[in-house]
């Protein structure tokens, strides 16, 4: 099986461009649900969802721009900046990530303590 491009599909290329083209969709849905009415965009929830879309889609487009600039690659800086450049979007997702965790396990611990304690519980 080969490409118009020349280059012979493996089947690591293949999964390769199917994890792209899911990062890409993923990063469309969560940035379309993002801007989905309901919460104003100022709520920290609503801005972190609409930059883990950017994450995605960003991702994903420096992947299929290294993809399609394939000359590019035999440069002496262009592979190594594409690859710094993604590195650093998952870093910054999953700083995004680890955040939003951190926030729901505190919601979650508050939510406890306010249901053990009880309503009224204060000693009034």
């Keep these: 099986m080969s490409l118009a491009l020349g280059m012979a599909l493996s089947i690591g290329r293949i999964a390769y461009y199917g994890l792209i083209v899911f ?67 998952i870093v910054a997702a999953l700083v995004v990530l680890v955040l939003i965790s951190r926030e729901e396990a505190e919601r979650a611990r508050k939510k406890r303590s306010e249901t053990a304690v009880g309503p009224g519980a204060g000693g009034a």
């Design 23 to 89: 990062i890409l969709l993923g990063g469309i849905a969560v940035l379309i649900c993002s801007f989905i009415p309901g919460e104003k965009l100022r709520y920290w929830r609503r801005w972190t969802t609409t930059a883990l879309g950017a994450f995605g889609i960003s991702y994903a487009g420096l992947s299929i721009y290294g993809i399609l600039h394939n000359k590019l690659r035999h440069s002496l800086c262009t592979p190594g900046t594409l690859f710094v450049a993604k590195v650093l979007l």
